[in-house]
T-cell receptor, first 112, second 113 residues
Framework: DVKVTQSSRYLVKRTGEKVFLECVQDMDHENMFWYRQDPGLGLRLIYFSYDVKMKEKGDIPEGYSVSREKKERFSLILESASTNQTSMYLC???????????FGAGSRLTVL | DAKTTQPTSMDCAEGRAANLPCNHSTISGNEYVYWYRQIHSQGPQYIIHGLKNNETNEMASLIITEDRKSSTLILPHATLRDTAVYYCIVRVAVRGGSEKLVFGKGTKLTVNP
C-alpha cells in the first residue's frame, strides 16, 4: 500500500559530494513537495512542483535544486553537500486543488 | 494564513479519548482546518479536515466551534500507536497548484499504558 516512495531511508555522504534524493508516487498526483525537518524547527519547505517540468522555490531553497521530468518522480539534488544539510528529508504529493498531502517515510541524510 | 496555537505536549491514557485543542482566532471565512500527525521517524499523515461542520472519519473526529476560532481533534479510543506529534493547520482551499501547507510545531501526544 506504499504510495510515496523515497529511494533511500538512510544516507551518509561527505562534504562536497553531489547527492540525489529520489521520490516516486504512484497516485498520479500533479503536485509534489520536498521538505526538510530539523529538531525545534519543524517542517520547512524546500521546493515544490505543481506539474511536470514546473518548480517553485519554497522557504529554504538555497543549496538545493530539483528535477521533475516525469509526473511520478520528483528529485532533490544537493549540488555540493554541506554539514548543515544533515537532516530528515520528506517528500510529499497531492492531487491539485486539495490540501491533502501524502508523505513518504523520509530520508535521513548525514553529511560528514 | 491564520496562525494556530497548540499545546506543546499532552498525555492520555490508553483506551481513553484524546482531545487535542487548537486555537485559530484569526481564521477567515474561507479557511479550512487540517489535522496531520507524525509518528516518530515517519512522514506526516493526513487525518481530517473541515470548514464549519464537525467531521468524522475512521481515524478521528473534528469539532469546530461555532465562531470557528478554535477546534478539537478527538481520537475516541487512543492506543499506544497514536503516540505522535499532531499538527493543526489552517489554510484556504487550494485554488491553483502552487499553494503549500505550512507545518508548525504541533502537539506531542503521549498515550500511556
Amino acid at each position: 500500500d506504499v504510495k510515496v516512495t523515497q529511494s533511500s531511508r538512510y544516507l551518509v555522504k561527505r562534504t562536497g559530494e553531489k547527492v540525489f534524493l529520489e521520490c516516486v508516487q504512484d497516485m498520479d498526483h500533479e503536485n509534489m513537495f520536498w521538505y526538510r525537518q530539523d529538531p525545534g524547527l519543524g517542517l520547512r519547505l524546500i521546493y515544490f512542483s505543481y506539474d511536470v517540468k514546473m518548480k517553485e522555490k519554497g522557504d529554504i531553497p538555497e543549496g538545493y535544486s530539483v528535477s521533475r521530468e516525469k509526473k511520478e518522480r520528483f528529485s532533490l539534488i544537493l549540488e555540493s553537500a554541506s554539514t548543515n544539510q544533515t537532516s530528515m528529508y520528506l517528500c510529499a504529493s497531492r492531487v491539485s486543488m486539495t490540501n491533502v498531502l501524502t508523505f513518504g517515510a523520509g530520508s535521513r541524510l548525514t553529511v560528514l | 494564513d491564520a496562525k494556530t496555537t497548540q499545546p506543546t505536549s499532552m498525555d492520555c491514557a490508553e483506551g481513553r479519548a484524546a482531545n487535542l485543542p487548537c486555537n485559530h482566532s484569526t481564521i477567515s471565512g474561507n479557511e479550512y482546518v487540517y489535522w496531520y500527525r507524525q509518528i516518530h521517524s515517519q512522514g506526516p499523515q493526513y487525518i481530517i479536515h473541515g470548514l464549519k461542520n464537525n467531521e468524522t472519519n475512521e481515524m478521528a473526529s473534528l469539532i469546530i466551534t461555532e465562531d470557528r476560532k478554535s477546534s478539537t481533534l478527538i481520537l475516541p479510543h487512543a492506543t499506544l500507536r497514536d503516540t505522535a506529534v499532531y499538527y493543526c493547520i489552517v489554510r484556504v482551499a487550494v485554488r491553483g497548484g502552487s499553494e503549500k501547507l505550512v507545518f508548525g510545531k504541533g502537539t506531542k501526544l503521549t498515550v500511556n499504558p
